[in-house]
């Protein structure tokens, strides 16, 4: 069992930086891959960005070269920055841990606006 806590999201001007961090619980944080996934109201939650255990990205277009994943196995947690913010990228930013190609866990989500 793992459990993700979020932190960090707030009001933010367009243009703007904000980090937000995802600490997990358990021993094996370092085998998951993680996600960052948000939803705004309206719509469907969307990937935003994900790691591998090995450390590889991906990035959804919309935030590609605004936004960096990155994780420390020896802290349990995984980063988020985001540059360059849009009233757009208002959302709920959720964490997610994976493994074996699937999400298992869920943190609760952190809300982030960014105001025009």
């Known amino acids: 069992q793992v459990q993700l806590v979020e932190s960090g999201g707030r009001l933010v001007q367009a243009g703007g930086s904000l980090s937000v961090s995802c600490a997990a619980s358990g021993r094996t944080f370092s085998s998951y891959f993680m996600g960052w996934w948000r939803q705004a109201p309206g719509k469907e939650r969307e990937l935003v960005a994900r790691?591998?255990?090995?450390?590889?990205?991906y990035y959804a277009d919309s935030v590609k070269g605004r936004f960096t994943i990155s994780r420390d196995n020896a802290k349990n947690t995984v980063y988020l920055q985001m540059n360059s913010l849009k009233p757009e990228d208002t959302a709920i930013y959720y964490c997610a841990a994976g493994v074996a190609g699937s999400y298992k866990y869920w943190g609760q989500g952190t809300q982030v606006t960014v105001s025009s």
């Open positions: 790691i591998n255990s090995g450390g590889s990205t």
